[in-house]
Every structure is written in structure tokens, then in C-alpha cells.
């Protein structure tokens, strides 16, 4: 309990820190927000206009910036964000029509790479210097250094327009509502290119982690015992060489909040990536603030979750306490 009480409280001063950096870092950046949103009409910035746009953002010098502070803390409590400037709606509306694509597509890929790693990664450790292990690790480490756009413009190319086998954009069929199926589909290149391009790094550390553990004494004396190899596999040396793996893959599923932006705007996906994309593009500062602050919040919690899970398949790693 006491180590719980602990990383719950790193929990609370780490959200803190990025909840203060999320504040300052926009207003400390070069130029000023209000002059880039009235800039987009390319007229005379009047000063009434420009101060207005001040006090909406929480910055200009007549804003004192400790009542600022307090106020965004408060509004980021009550989950008021503001509006997007881009959209002219809710920021809040606006990132829940595109979390659920990114969390579908980025989400269930990023698992799959790394369910698929892993277990590649521990089988090719387990019959070292043989074909698997010879063949599956160099082949998806080359591939795996390939950026993700390139990965996603030739699947672009070979399944959409050579092929013809797949649709090459969007998240759905634009013509009437969408369909599971019709969204399956369209999520199909988009999710190859993430898993294609993750997976080698998967299999490579738990193929090393893998190799170190199966040399530990208790793996050779869960041998002497006579145990199937099989529950060796997995019951010792597997569970032990994947608890270093869980902190990566746990930033992993943090940083899906943020989508594979590459990814999302090769196909035009309707995730949260191409949204802060788009948020950047057009200078939508209360949208990018709040995606920035999902990101970090997300990888704060996934973190968190993998420090516990960590403590209870490896009590060690409590320390003292």
C-alpha cells in the first residue's frame, strides 16, 4: 500500500509539473497568439480586436498571469477547454469525434505489435540459432527503420493503386453513414503500416531479454526438474523477460492519444494525429494545448498503471517498503 501511496504521489507532482509547462510554454513562445489568429484575415489587426482575443487566450500585458494561471487550472479541472478557433466549436467536441478513430486504429496496433514481438521475440530466443531466430529479427529490424510514411506510401501503391484491393484514405466510405465493415477496411493499410513498422522492435528486446533470463539459474533448475518446456517458456523465463518490456510498452499506449500523425495523414485518417496536424497548421492554440496535455496526461497514467503492474508480477521492485 505504501508503495502505491508513493507512485500515486509522484503521479500527482508529475501531472502538476505538466499542467504548468502546458500553461507557460504557449506564452512564452515568440510572437503573439491573437496577432497570428487575426493575421489569418489579412486586414488591419485593430487594437480592440486584438486585446479581446488577449483576454480570451489569457495573455497580452494587461493579464495578470497568476489570475491566469489559476483560471486555466480550474477550467482544465472542470474539463472546460475552450473553443477551437478552427472549428468554431467546443475543443472538448472537437478531440471526441477523433479520439475514438485514433484509439481504435493506433490502439489495437500497437497491442498487436507488441503481443506479435513479444511472442516472436521470446520464441526465436528460446531456439537460438535457428531459422526463426536467424531470419524474423534482422528482417524486421530493417524493416522497422524505414519511416512510417514511406512504409505507408508503398502500401499506398502496391495494395491501393496497383492492386486495387484497398481504399487509400479516410476512415469510412464518405457517401452515407458508416459501416463497421467499410471501416475495417479502410483501417486495414493504416494498421499494417503501424504494426509492420513497430513490431521489430518488439521482437529484438525480448529477444535479448529473453537470452539473458534463460541463462538465470532458476530457468536451469526448472529444467533439471524436468518441467515441459513449454511452461518454461512462458511461466519462467517469458514472464520475467517481459517485465522490462511493460515500461516501453506502457508509453506505447500512452502516446496512442497522439496517433501515428505520419501515418494518419498519409491516409487522411480522422484521428487525433491529423487533428493536431491540422490544430498546428491553422495556429488553433486552445486545441493544441489540449491535445498536448491529453498526450501527457495519457503517458502519465500508462506509466502509473505499468508501475503497479510491474510491483505485482515482480515484488522486488517494491524496495524496502
Given at each position: 500500500m505504501r508503495y502505491l501511496v508513493r507512485r500515486f504521489g509522484f503521479l500527482l507532482i508529475a501531472l502538476w509539473?505538466?499542467?504548468?509547462?502546458?500553461?507557460?510554454?504557449?506564452?512564452?513562445m515568440p510572437g503573439n497568439p491573437a496577432e497570428a489568429i487575426l493575421g489569418q484575415f489579412h486586414g488591419h489587426i485593430n487594437p480592440?480586436?486584438?486585446?479581446a482575443i488577449e483576454v480570451a487566450l489569457g495573455i497580452g500585458k494587461h493579464q495578470n498571469l497568476f489570475?491566469?494561471?489559476?483560471?486555466?487550472l480550474r477550467n482544465t479541472m472542470t474539463g472546460n477547454f475552450g473553443v477551437s478557433f478552427s472549428q468554431r466549436i467546443a475543443v472538448s467536441t472537437v478531440i471526441s469525434r477523433a479520439l475514438p478513430w485514433t484509439l481504435g486504429l493506433v490502439g489495437v496496433s500497437t497491442v498487436l505489435g507488441f503481443v506479435f514481438g513479444t511472442v516472436l521475440g521470446a520464441v526465436a530466443a528460446w531456439r537460438r540459432g535457428g531459422w526463426l531466430d536467424n531470419v524474423l529479427p534482422p528482417s524486421f529490424i530493417v524493416i522497422s527503420a524505414f519511416p512510417y510514411f514511406w512504409v505507408g506510401l508503398l502500401a499506398v501503391w502496391l495494395f491501393s493503386f496497383t492492386l486495387n484491393w484497398l481504399p487509400y484514405e479516410n476512415g469510412f466510405n464518405q457517401?452515407?453513414?458508416?459501416?463497421?465493415?467499410?471501416?475495417?477496411?479502410?483501417?486495414?493499410?493504416?494498421?499494417?503500416?503501424?504494426?509492420?513498422?513497430?513490431?521489430?522492435?518488439?521482437?529484438?528486446?525480448?529477444?535479448n531479454n529473453m537470452i539473458t533470463v534463460v541463462a538465470e539459474d532458476y530457468v536451469k533448475m526448472a529444467r533439471a526438474k524436468g518441467l515441459k518446456p513449454r511452461r518454461i517458456l512462458?511461466?519462467?523465463?517469458?514472464?520475467?523477460?517481459?517485465?522490462?518490456n511493460?515500461?516501453?510498452?506502457?508509453?506505447?499506449?500512452?502516446?496512442?492519444?497522439s496517433g501515428a500523425i505520419l501515418v494518419e495523414d498519409v491516409f487522411?485518417?480522422?484521428?487525433?494525429?491529423?487533428?493536431?496536424l491540422q490544430a498546428v497548421n491553422a495556429e488553433d492554440y486552445p486545441l493544441m494545448q489540449t491535445l498536448f496535455l491529453l498526450i501527457t496526461v495519457a503517458v502519465l497514467i500508462?506509466?502509473?498503471?505499468?508501475?503497479?503492474?510491474?510491483?505485482?508480477?515482480?515484488?522486488?521492485?517494491?524496495?524496502?517498503?
Open positions: 509539473g505538466a499542467l504548468t509547462l502546458n500553461f507557460f510554454i504557449p506564452r512564452l480592440n480586436s486584438l486585446k489570475v491566469s494561471y489559476l483560471e486555466y457517401i452515407g453513414s458508416p459501416q463497421l465493415g467499410d471501416i475495417l477496411i479502410h483501417a486495414i493499410l493504416p494498421s499494417f503500416t503501424i504494426v509492420i513498422t513497430s513490431i521489430g522492435g518488439w521482437i529484438l528486446t525480448m529477444r512462458w511461466q519462467y523465463a517469458g514472464r520475467n523477460a517481459l517485465l522490462p511493460l515500461t516501453g510498452f506502457a508509453m506505447s499506449l500512452g502516446f496512442v492519444i487522411n485518417y480522422p484521428g487525433v494525429g491529423n487533428l493536431l500508462a506509466i502509473f498503471l505499468s508501475d503497479i503492474a510491474t510491483a505485482i508480477l515482480d515484488p522486488r521492485t517494491r524496495g524496502g517498503n
